[in-house]
């Protein structure tokens, strides 16, 4: 079955999609993006990650190349077009094609690429094994709130995981605490057995799957603390998990060479992550 890809009004086979060379977000990295995950032929979470998009672009100053409505029946058709049932739907929008220089140009119409791609997700092994992760410095600038297509220092911590066979990195600020992964948030259960997260601010991705975890806790009657923590702490933490559009609710059951808990996915871990993939699955509403 053809592979589309929806490139500037036209959907193109996927090895045909391109994109012009003066693109901005070739030559200096300049847009945005999303990666909303599909799960049973429905995305998720689909309006906080459009409001995300939303809001990635004005702190940019790029304009909508269309409206949203449009967007959305959009990213519906390639869906569709694609036969995604599990899977996700990535799309970026970038400033647009001009002669290279660095100020923004007036008055050029924004690009936008959508792809999909087909991914077992639900049968993927981390779900219930749970993941190592190592912990890196974190060498990003001071807007990590906005999702740009700017992310060489997360594939080169992302890399870096890889080559010491894990599956994150956790970044850690100036004074020791961890700011998030390359590619998604970081929570631990402490020793003294409470659920903390970084506060959204400059330094981190507001998650959306951060986000409706909150939701899930609340409603599940489980305190958590927005509270940024040490690698100390996550190392004689109880449990930790990552959370991701791509991840969902990822135990980790190693941090550099230490061991959390018993090595393997935490009794909370595992009840959130159940939650929240009933949440996706569209067998649990929240209020
Ligand atoms: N990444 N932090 C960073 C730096 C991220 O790139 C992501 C998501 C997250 C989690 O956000 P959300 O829950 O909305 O997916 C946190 C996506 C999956 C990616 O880059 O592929």
Redesign the pocket.
Known sequence: MARYAYVNGRYVPHGEGAVHIEDRGFQFADGVYE?IPIINDRMVDAGA?LDRLDRSLSELGISWPTNRRVFELVMAELIARNRVSEGLIYMQITRGVAPRDHKFPKGVPASIVMTTKRVPFLSQKKLSDGVKVITIPDIRWTR?DIKTISLLP?CMGKTAAAEAGAYEAWQVDREGLVT??????AWIVTADDKLLTRPASED??R????QTLMRIAEEEGLSYTEQAFSVEEAKTAREAFV????SFITPVVQIDDVQIGDGKPGPLSHRLQNWYLDYCAGQKQLA
Do not use: K, M, P, Q
């Not at 998650?207 to 951060?210: D, E, M, N």
């Not at 959370?243 to 791509?246: I, L, M």
């Open positions: 990666v990650h990590c997360n998030e992964g390359t590619s998604s948030n981190i991705l998650g959306v799957t951060r959370s991701s559009a791509t």
